[in-house]
């Protein structure tokens, strides 16, 4: 009996710490030019969800053109993305992040 407790217990767990990321629709733009980002200097990518701004890992500020572009660039413009990751340590672990908002 302690070992089906245990195996069911275990995989519980185990299940719950690998859960699938949900994509997201989220505000992204230069986390110091467009979010107040202060914590690292020149221009970083950050998304904003639930109204609070996070750097991202895993992306490039110019991944998707040039970043002072000043009609689409990120230093310039807030866009919205479709992302997938998770917050960990007050920064966004990206893992999947495609545009959804053309600017004109």
Known sequence: MKKLLFATLF???????????V???VEIACGQCQFS???EQGCNLAVRIDHKAYFVDGFDIDAFGDA???????????RKAEVSG??????????????IENVE
Request: proline residues 2%; positive net charge; aromatic residues 8%.
């Open 37 to 39: 980002l202060n914590s």
């Open 86 to 99: 998770s917050v960990q340590k007050d920064r966004f672990k990206a893992s999947a992040m495609r545009l």
């Open 11 to 21: 995989s519980i767990t185990f299940s719950c710490s690998n859960r699938k990321e």
């Open 68 to 78: 002072h572009d000043e009609h689409t660039g990120f230093c310039e413009v807030i």
């Open 23 to 25: 994509p997201q629709i």
